[in-house]
């Protein structure tokens, strides 16, 4: 299994500019999110799916969409990058919301917003 | 709202020694979990270790334990006989008892190791 991976690695954008973070995992999981990470700050949630068609806002889902069409994968839409959006950003999934289903998270995209 | 505070930007500690990592969380909810996870310079999110809040026991993985004060909303981190490749960011999360996978995060801590 490849887990859970995200395309781009790094992505440099220009103020207004779209584009769209892929992540993608084959482990069969329902539960699929997005967190941004920002210096000296831990991860915060952006959106969330608890299953294909269904998707609900975390604590920070302003200027970004996402769709579940599939179980396997997440995309995450920034429709007019803005520069308060450079951040590092990491995809994650789970099997269930159990205490033992663990969340393996994607090695992360880093983008930057000029 | 849930909150998760690491009043430790960093620590350092020398190698084969112990290190203790603090955490405070704040919640009304009596069904919750708390988790440590590293980040190394690779950016990967590795879990550490885990917690269920009603149990009582702490949880213990190989040279990585915690001390679960539920009364004081207190999570610390212990890390026995230090290696370098512990070396990275270690981050405190809860996560609600009931309903999806949505981790709340603390700052974090960034640990050296001494050789």
């Known amino acids: 299994n490849a887990g859970v991976t995200q395309t781009p690695k790094f992505q440099v954008l220009k103020t207004g500019q779209s584009m769209t973070l892929q992540c993608a995992q084959d482990m069969n999981h329902e539960y699929m999110s997005w967190y941004r990470q920002d210096p000296g700050m831990g991860l915060r949630l952006i959106h969330y799916?608890?299953?294909?068609?269904?998707?609900d806002q975390g604590e920070v889902p302003n200027g970004y969409n996402v769709s579940r069409s599939t179980t396997e994968d997440f995309p995450l839409r920034l429709l007019s990058a803005a520069p308060s959006q450079t951040s590092v950003y990491f995809c994650a999934s789970s099997f269930g919301q159990g205490a033992s289903d663990e969340q393996f998270f994607g090695p992360g995209t880093r983008l930057t917003v000029l | 709202a849930q909150t998760v505070t690491q009043s430790q930007p960093e620590m350092s500690v020398q190698e084969a020694e112990t290190v203790t990592l603090s955490c405070t969380y704040d919640t009304s909810e009596s069904d919750y979990y708390l988790f440590w996870y590293k980040q190394p310079p690779s950016r990967q999110m590795i879990l550490v270790i885990r917690q269920e809040a009603y149990k009582q026991q702490n949880a213990t993985e190989n040279r990585f334990s915690v001390n679960f004060q539920k009364a004081a909303k207190s999570f610390s981190l212990k890390i026995s006989d230090s290696q370098l490749g512990d070396a990275a960011m270690y981050f405190c999360?809860?996560?609600w008892g009931r309903g999806a996978q949505k981790l709340v995060f603390g700052q974090g801590t960034r640990l050296t190791i001494n050789p």
């Open positions: 999360a809860y996560r």
């Open positions: 799916s608890v299953g294909a068609g269904i998707t």
